[in-house]
Each structure stands twice: as C-alpha cells, then as structure tokens.
C-alpha cells in the first residue's frame, strides 16, 4: 500500500501591513478505507490567535483560523502522510438493474441523491445534453461503465488541458465551445453531463499523482475531478482530465456539488487599496522511497 507525504503550502503577499479576516482552510484529506492519515500538521504563518476544526455539511474537514495580528504575509502550509489504496478501475461492481443505461437509483437513495442530480448550468440549446446523448448506444443496449469511461476518454482525447490563474469555472457550454479548460472546467462539463443522463455527481477537489511514474496533468496545485454513484460500489471517481477510472493516483480532500463549496483557502483581509501583491501555490507529492509525484508550483486558480 502506498504511503505518501503530500505537501501543500499556499503563500499570500501584501505590499504593506494588512489585518485578516478568518479563512477557511480545506487540506486536510478525507479520511476513509481507500486513504487513511497517518498524520496531519497545519503550519500558519504569522500564528494565529484560533483555529477551530468543524466538519461542512459534505463531512469535508475545515479549518477555521482568526488572527489578531497584522502582517505583509500570510503563508498557510498543509503536511499529510496517508496510506492510499484506492479502488482500481477493474474493479467496480455494479448491482444488475443499474449496468445497463438507462436505469433508475433505488428508491431508499433517491431522497439523498436528488440534489446531485440536479442541473446548475443553463443549458438553453441543450449542447450538453446532446453531447452527453452522444455517448448512449442506439443499436445496443449501454453498458453504463462503458458509457462514463467513454465520456472520461472523451474529454481527455477531445479537449486541450490550459492553465488558468483566474479564479472561478467555466460554464459548461463554453467548455464545449471552446474545446480546452482547466480540470476544474473538465469536471464541470462530466458532471452536469452525467446529470442530464439522471446520474449523480459530485465535484471533488484533491491532489493527483502517478504510482507508476508517468506524468500527470494537474500536478503542483491542487486537482478536480467527478464521482458518480454507481449502485453496487456506491461514489466511484472519474478524473477526465488524465482519463482515469476509478481514483488510481488521486487523493479526495473535498467533496461537494459545487466547486464554489470546495475552495481549499478563503478568507479576507483589510489594509490599504493595491495592498495585494499575489499569491503562490505549491503541492508536492512524495512516495515513501522517495519517489516524488507532481512537485512544483504554480499561480492560486491553474488547477
């Protein structure tokens, strides 16, 4: 089982002294039998007066931090050690009514899937839909993995992988329009994708490496990527942006509907007009043995 040490160390500059408000940190992975913390450590700089951890209403942990000093920076830095076993993508099972699409999630999940079903982006010429529709057999039955594999190959053949140091998401019509994004887009367009088909989907934010040493695309920030429930093995990942199936190589630190609700560090501060000097990002991923995985560093919003 792979042991990894992720670091994650975000770094805030300001020209001149500034105050902060508190800030919501999410680093901290979420713990499971796929990946269990050995140990965590959250280093902030300058110190502040109180950090309270709480769970959100998706059961993310979330570090809530105020201050009492002012500062020219603020540097929040995440250590992790965790043992990572996800499933391989082999390996999904999937109850007999649902391997075939179309199907219908069983009325006991339902009542607790209905909000991840739903749709969050206007889709007026249904360009989603239609492209979504693309992906359903009409000479045979559809095998439900081989469609969502289908559409995860899709986006990484079809679409070209851009950094983008804006924060925020694309729609996912402009995603399909202009054909390239950031994984945060790429999530986005499967998502809403596999809820016009009337599967449920979540975004997840996280980090992405290679156990077999191959590149990855994401790497040095912060990951996104989808989770579909699939009755028989329950919430199963899908990373469109590297076309992986079943969480090899990525590690859930948040989970939500929105990615508006998984933002790893917010927060606000007060100090003069033109204050803000920018703000660094670096993850760095190490196997025990050394081995490293998606080191660098990068502007807040490339991921």
Same mark, same amino acid.
């Given at each position: ?19 902060f ?5 999410m ?7 796929d @990946? ?12 502040? @007066?109180?950090?309270r ?10 570090a809530?931090? /105020? ?36 199907f ?19 889709d ?10 693309g ?6 039955? /559809? ?16 679409? /070209?992988y ?7 998401? @694309?729609?996912?019509?402009e ?24 599967l ?19 790497g ?25 199936v079943?969480?090899n ?14 933002v ?20 760095d ?19």
């Open positions: 089982m792979p042991i990894l040490t992720i670091d994650h160390v975000t770094t805030y500059r300001y020209s001149k002294p500034v105050s408000g508190e800030h919501r940190i680093m901290r992975p979420r713990a499971a039998h @990946q269990r913390i050995l140990e965590a450590d959250l280093d902030i700089d300058p110190a502040p @007066q109180r950090v951890w709480v769970h959100d209403v998706f059961g993310n942990s979330v809530l931090a /105020t201050f009492s000093r002012r500062a020219r920076a603020l540097r929040v830095a995440s250590r992790v050690r965790l043992e990572h076993e996800p499933l391989d993508g082999g390996g999904i099972e999937v109850e007999d009514y649902a391997r075939r699409y179309p219908s999630y069983a009325a006991e999940d339902m009542a607790d899937l209905l909000r991840t079903i739903e749709r969050q982006h206007p007026p010429a249904r360009l989603v839909d239609r492209w979504a529709r992906f359903v057999r009409m000479d045979r039955p /559809t095998e439900t993995l081989a469609l969502l594999a289908a559409m995860t190959a899709a986006i990484r053949r079809d679409f /070209t851009v950094p983008r140091h804006a924060e925020g998401t @694309q729609t996912p019509v995603t399909l329009g202009v054909r390239q994004g950031t994984c945060r887009d790429f999530a986005m367009l499967m998502i809403e994708a596999a809820r016009s088909l009337g449920a989907a979540h975004f997840v934010s996280g980090y992405v490496y290679s156990p077999r040493g191959a590149g990855v695309v994401g040095g920030n912060t990951h996104a990527w989808v989770r579909i429930f699939l009755p028989g093995s329950g919430w199963i990942e899908y990373d469109p942006t590297n076309g992986i079943g969480g190589g990525l590690v859930r630190v948040a989970v939500a509907r929105d990615p508006r609700q998984a790893p560090l917010s927060g606000s501060f007060i100090g003069f007009p033109g204050s803000n000097a920018g703000m660094d990002v670096s993850v991923i190490r196997m025990d043995g050394d081995q490293r995985y998606g080191s660098g560093a990068a502007a807040a919003g490339a991921a």
